[in-house]
């Protein structure tokens, strides 16, 4: 599975971006898929995923209320809406999927086989 992250970029806090995660297979669907990021200096941080049935889906706590996903099976896109950016908010944001990954492990990036090359957003105050 090949995976495509895009859609970063530098924006002012309170804006808003969304990234999308589009993969090279067409059962994405049955993929257990999750939005990562890591800043300078910090380690990798879990953001949001959708579960394998693509049913449920997590975000973590901290940014609830703020960032929201989205899927469009026929593109085999998964949409990450970042709204109400803030400067915290910069980091590297990488996309991850996997078919075997139970939900209980989805906030784990070690959990996950196959990775985007990662997109870039800056937030300036």
């Known amino acids: 599975v090949q995976l495509q992250a895009s859609g970063g970029g530098l924006v002012q806090a309170g804006a808003s971006l969304r990234l999308s995660c589009a993969a090279s297979?067409?059962?994405?669907?049955?993929?257990?898929t999750g939005w990562f990021r890591q800043a300078p200096g910090k380690e990798r941080e879990f953001v949001a995923a959708?579960?394998?049935?693509?049913?449920?889906?997590y975000v973590a706590d901290s940014l609830k209320g703020r960032f929201t996903l989205s899927r469009d099976n026929a593109k085999n896109t998964v949409y990450l809406q970042m709204n109400s950016l803030k400067p915290d908010d910069t980091a590297v944001y990488y996309c991850?999927?996997?078919?075997?990954?139970?939900?209980?492990?989805?906030?784990?990036?070690?959990?996950?086989?196959?990775w985007g090359q990662g997109t870039q957003v800056t937030v300036s105050s």
């Open positions: 991850a999927a996997d078919n075997s990954i139970i939900s209980s492990s989805l906030t784990d990036y070690r959990q996950y086989d196959h």
């Open positions: 959708y579960t394998r049935t693509g049913g449920g889906t």
């Open positions: 297979v067409r059962t994405f669907g049955r993929y257990a």
